[in-house]
């Protein structure tokens, strides 16, 4: 990968949130998810080349702090994220994160950038991306469980990526379901708005739970999911906070990402360490079959994996070549001599480049 501006060695192209929002309004936003997808896509195609592990967690009684690390051996990725369900109740985020490319060979960091809105487009990337291969065909209506931040990205991702032409909401809170019918209505979406789960669900091919609660709720019940359907469960994401009733998992044929931190994470905790799963990278790469009958539950486990981020962080630093949406932050100390450190800090003093 080549940096997309050669400047000085010291100098890092930083995206910020300003700049990331017009860049996403400049590619679109459908676009940019479906450019995302197409990145995740051929990513998990070369699923052995990465080096991978579980985030590392670090949970607190209100939420969770990750880091999630990975590599193809050319390029370093990283992500920091967290996870505050009561947040929002404070006038702050549930999810924020930023992150970093970074070269293999030198270890210079090649980019740097804000990731709370890259998560929200690469998530819905991810799902809409395992609904392809997953979902019922022709799919054409989805409910969407839980509308904050996530809510409209994943709407609009499952429009450009499957199909879909009607979006069911629900939330517990119904100023939330007000912003996404709001922010949907020139979406070329039919957007309905319920007073229920279960009036959400209703007639779906595609149930997606986007919901923020730190416990094992109940979002779906065994009831509420029919024969065909797909379910994109997206909330349940750490030890101690899932959504489904365990009764639909044991109906479901379960896809997970990568199943040493899916079973500590996802919905399948609730179930025993043996229950068998399918890596989703293996339906995409051809290796497994994916939906096999129109009478089958799917369930794609999602907890987000670091692969997912290193490709949106790929796409980006692509995406950002040739315009002006970056800055390049002075990140990386840059003397002279390379052992010079210090005498690079002291001759900072002596010009006067530090009062
Ligand atoms: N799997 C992934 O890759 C991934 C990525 C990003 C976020 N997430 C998770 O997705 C979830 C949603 O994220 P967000 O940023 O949209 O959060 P958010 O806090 O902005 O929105 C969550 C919404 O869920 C609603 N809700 C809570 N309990 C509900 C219930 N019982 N029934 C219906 N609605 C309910 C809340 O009122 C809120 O509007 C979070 O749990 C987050 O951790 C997962």
Known sequence: MTTPQKGNLNLVPFVSVDNMMKLILSIGVEEMIAGI??????????????????????????????????SDGEVYGFKYVNGHPKNTKE????????????????????LFT??????????????AVAAKYLAPKDAKIMAMIGNGAQCEFQALAFKAICGIDTV???????VATDKAVFNLKDSGLTVIRTNS????????????TCTADKQCATILTDNMVGAGQHINAIGGDCPGKTELHKDILLRSDIFVEYPPQTRVEGEIQQLKEDHPVKELWKVIAGIEQGRTSDTQITLFDSVGFAIEDFSALRYLYSAIKGTEFFDNLDMLADPDEPRDLYGMVRRAAKTGAVA
């Open 168 to 174: 069911r909401l629900y939330d517990i809170d119904p």
């Open 114 to 127: 804000e990731m709370t809105i890259l998560t929200a487009l690469r998530t819905a990337a991810m799902s």
């Open 197 to 208: 789960h279960q009036e959400c669900v209703s007639g779906a091919d595609i149930i997606t």
């Open 37 to 70: 997808a197409a990145q995740i896509e051929s990513d998990f195609k070369r699923w052995e080349s990465f080096d991978k592990t579980a985030r590392v967690a670090s949970h607190s009684k209100e939420g969770v702090i990750e880091l999630m690390p990975t």
């Open 91 to 110: 006038g702050l985020q549930t999810v924020t994160a930023f992150g970093l490319l970074a070269d293999v060979g030198t270890g210079y960091p090649l």
